[in-house]
Nanobody, 114 residues
Framework: QVHLVESGGGLVQPGGSLRLSCAAS????????MGWYRQAPGKQRELVAV???????NYADSVKDRFTISRDNAKNTVYLQMNSLKPEDTAVYYC????????WGRGTQVTVSS
């Protein structure tokens, strides 16, 4: 079993920055991928960014050049650096890990508002 804990969400003004963290613990033998999804009110959950075991990444078009995903393998932690935040980035951000099975965190709220 794998447990994911997100942190780093909060309220930020448009144009500001936040860094999300997702720490994985438990039976971690081989990580296929770790990434971030988000769900805004009334909308479906969508991919934000994902990093695969080989280091390759994939981003949603809406966050390219603003968000950066990174990973600390020693800590089994993945980060999402979010810059130039916009009101439309407001959502609950979820960490997802593909470690044998798929695991989800409980989410962290990001609100971008003046």
């Amino acid at each position: 079993q794998v447990h994911l804990v997100e942190s780093g969400g909060g309220l930020v003004q448009p144009g500001g920055s936040l860094r999300l963290s997702c720490a994985a613990s438990g039976s971690i033998f081989s990580v296929n991928s770790m990434g971030w999804y988000r769900q805004a009110p009334g909308k479906q959950r969508e991919l934000v960014a994902v990093m695969y075991s080989g280091g390759s990444t994939n981003y949603a078009d809406s966050v390219k050049d603003r968000f950066t995903i990174s990973r600390d393998n020693a800590k089994n932690t993945v980060y999402l650096q979010m810059n130039s935040l916009k009101p439309e980035d407001t959502a609950v951000y979820y960490c997802r890990a593909h470690i044998g099975n798929l695991y989800w965190g409980r989410g962290t709220q990001v609100t971008v508002s003046s």
